[in-house]
Structures are given as C-alpha cells and as structure tokens.
Antibody, heavy 126, light 107 residues
Framework: QAQLQESGPRLLKPSQTLSLTCTVS??????????WSWIRQHPGKGLEWIGY???????YYNPSLKSRVTISVDTSKNQFSLKLSSVTAADTAVYYC??????????????????WGRGTLVTVSS | DIQMTQSPSTLSASVGDRVTITCRAS??????LAWYQQKPGKAPKLLIS???SLESGIPSRFSGSGSGTEFTLTISSLQPDDFATYFC?????????FGQGTRLEIK
C-alpha cells in the first residue's frame, strides 16, 4: 500500500522560499501510470491545484502560481519536491502531495487524485 | 479557468436520509469530474472518478451522475461516518479546479 508523506519547514517569513518534499513509500515514483501533484488548502477554504510532475520531469503548473513555482523529482530517493518563491501571508495553507492517475484517451489524460499525504500546514508570518 | 460551483454550501440531514449534492461547471467538462470527501484535519479521500466510477472500497451508498456541466453526488442512506465536507474537481482541462465544498452536517 503506497503512502505519501510531506516534510519541510512549517514557518516562513515573507519573501522567503517555501520548500517541501513528498516521500513516496510502498511504491515507485517511476511509474508510467501516475503524475505526482501538489495541492494546497487555505485555512477553512477550498482546494487549489498547484501543479504536478511525471517521473521523467515533465511538469504542468497552475498559471496563477506558475511564475513562483518549481516542482522537481528525485527518482533515486523516490521523492518529489515543491518550491514556491517570494511567499506572503496569502500562501499560508495546508500543503498536500497527492498521486494522480488518470483516464488516458486519444493522447490526452484526465487526472484525479487517488492517494494523498496527510498534509502539512505552512504558515507565513513576520 | 473552469469554475466549479457546488450547492448547497451546507446541508443538514439525518442518519438514513438520502442526500444529493450538485456541482456545476462553467463550461462543459464531459464526464471528467471527481468527488472527494474530507473530514476535519484530514486529507481529502477520493470517492468517485469520471463522474460515476466508484473507487474501490467506497460503499455503494455513494453514487455519482451527470455529464457536461451538471453533476450530482448522491448518498442513498446517510451513515454517521458520512458527515463531512464534499468537494468536486474537474480534470477536463488545466488548471484543474475544485468546487468550494459542501458541508454535510447532522440535523
């Protein structure tokens, strides 16, 4: 049974860079079937897809965050990571990593999130 | 971006009730919709993908339907464990977006 676990600093100051890592256990990140995603949830609010990465390094980002986001993968450690630069209080949220399988047809894939980490609350405060 | 709008925002119901939550997309998303359940302090849990495909291990009292712009999640007979917040998510096009959530509370 695969599991995901987020790790990284939980308190940042404005203008710093948020860095989180998701460790995949019980399964390989080198899978043709999955993308690996970051999703966040502002306190008491809905969910926001940040982006995801394939084990090859191919990425897709939410345009609303694209200028500040980098998602990378380390297949040797079975991990993928999120960097979000120039954070402000508006980036305070619970950050989840998630696995994204999908339905693929005619060269397109439609992905949902079937396995999630527990989430980690990242607070941005001076 | 495709906007996902859920209704109602809050739903009060009793154990044994049949409840329906609606999710509307701002443009057609075919059947590319997923439903999640989230309990306080926990990660969302996938219930249904492709509008109506029940995930393994999810009780059959949960069902999904719809296509195009209007979708529903139905719980046929509410159980105590079902009181939670439910989200829909479109995966038709980037960026993937979620509904604002429907909180299902005990009447």
């Amino acid at each position: 049974q695969a599991q995901l676990q987020e790790s990284g600093p939980r308190l940042l100051k404005p203008s710093q860079t948020l860095s989180l890592t998701c460790t995949v256990s019980g399964g390989s990140i080198n899978s043709d079937d999955f993308y690996w995603s970051w999703i966040r949830q502002h306190p008491g609010k809905g969910l926001e897809w940040i982006g995801y990465i394939y084990y090859s390094g191919r990425t897709y980002y939410n345009p609303s965050l694209k200028s500040r986001v980098t998602i990378s993968v380390d297949t040797s450690k079975n991990q993928f990571s999120l960097k979000l630069s120039s954070v402000t209080a508006a980036d305070t949220a619970v950050y989840y990593c998630a696995r994204a399988p999908g339905y693929c047809t005619d060269g397109l894939c439609y992905r949902y999130f079937d396995l999630w980490g527990r989430g980690t609350l990242v607070t941005v405060s001076s | 971006d495709i906007q996902m709008t859920q209704s109602p925002s809050t739903l009060s119901a009793s154990v044994g009730d049949r409840v329906t939550i609606t999710c509307r997309a701002s443009q057609s998303i075919s059947s590319w919709l997923a439903w999640y359940q989230q309990k306080p302090g926990k990660a969302p849990k996938l219930l249904i993908s492709k509008a109506s495909s029940l995930e393994s291990g999810i009780p059959s009292r949960f069902s999904g339907s719809g296509s195009g712009t209007e979708f529903t999640l139905t719980i046929s007979s509410l159980q105590p464990d079902d009181f939670a917040t439910y989200f829909c998510q479109q995966c038709n096009s980037y960026p993937y977006t979620f509904g604002q959530g429907t909180r299902l509370e005990i009447k």
